[in-house]
């Protein structure tokens, strides 16, 4: 399988069979600028509805859209409800947290999380060979809440998301607060990495990949 970083929370993830699913499709907007997604798929995850997550309309190829638990094209989705604050959705509603597996490997995109898990969430959520994690703070968990939920989740993988770039001006941090201190870190010249089941690393390794938007 191919992970492609397009920008934000928006990845492209590529099965061996073709299939392909973009998660949490943005808008670009005047602090978002990435570039407009032209990519086609097959199934496209919506963690929750704002502008940023949601824009599904981009996605080409008349996706099938997953907002919860749902079995599609062979691959089953795990939506697990949580919530896009520390204030139980009060502040900026609910979340969902989307687990899936694909040729072997355990994917879990955590959305706009904004909060620590629960034990019950992190036993819902289970195995995690990689972790698309946000840890731009603001509007998600921070570097240090993120951090947090990596030590819950252990994954194999871990690939940040929704922070600071020089094509987003949101007032989040850049992912260099969550880098800070962390070993087996690789900072790819790339948006795209591919990772199968059989090569997955014995300890976790911190993948930084680059907008390909």
Same mark, same amino acid.
């Not at 620590?116 to 060979?129: H, N, P, S």
């Not at 698309?132 to 940040?160: E, H, R």
């Given at each position: 399988m ?5 920008g ?16 949490d499709?943005?808008t670009p ?16 995850t919506v963690?929750?509805? =704002? ?14 859209v997953v ?14 409800p ?5 204030a ?11 687990c899936f597996?694909v ?40 570097a ?13 993988v871990i ?5 600071k770039?020089?094509?987003c001006?949101?007032?989040?941090s ?5 880098? =800070? ?9 790339a948006?795209?990495?591919e ?6 690393p014995?300890?976790?390794?911190i ?7």
């Amino acid at each position: 399988m191919k992970v492609k970083w397009l920008g934000h929370a928006t990845f492209v993830i590529t099965l061996d069979t073709g299939t392909k699913i973009i998660t949490d499709p943005y808008t670009p907007a005047e602090k978002l600028n990435y570039g407009e997604i032209k990519e086609s798929a097959d199934i496209v995850t919506v963690s929750h509805d =704002h502008f940023d997550h949601s824009n599904v309309a981009s996605v080409q190829g008349n996706p099938e859209v997953v907002r919860g638990t749902a079995e599609i094209k062979g691959v089953k989705f795990n939506g697990i409800p949580t919530y896009h604050d520390e204030a139980q959705g009060e502040q900026r509603g609910s979340n969902t947290i989307f687990c899936f597996e694909v040729d072997g490997v355990k994917v879990c995109h955590l959305g706009d999380l904004g909060h620590q898990l629960t034990d019950k969430q992190v036993a819902e959520i289970g195995k995690v060979d990689i972790l698309l994690v946000p840890v731009g703070g603001f509007y998600t968990i921070d570097a240090t809440v993120a951090s947090k939920v990596c030590d819950q989740l252990k994954p194999k993988v871990i690939i940040p998301m929704h922070f600071k770039t020089n094509k987003c001006a949101l007032p989040i941090s850049g992912a260099g607060e969550f880098l =800070h201190g962390k070993k087996d870190i690789s900072r790819l010249e790339a948006s795209e990495v591919e990772i199968r089941a059989g090569e997955l690393p014995a300890n976790t390794k911190i993948i930084v990949l680059k907008p390909a938007l």
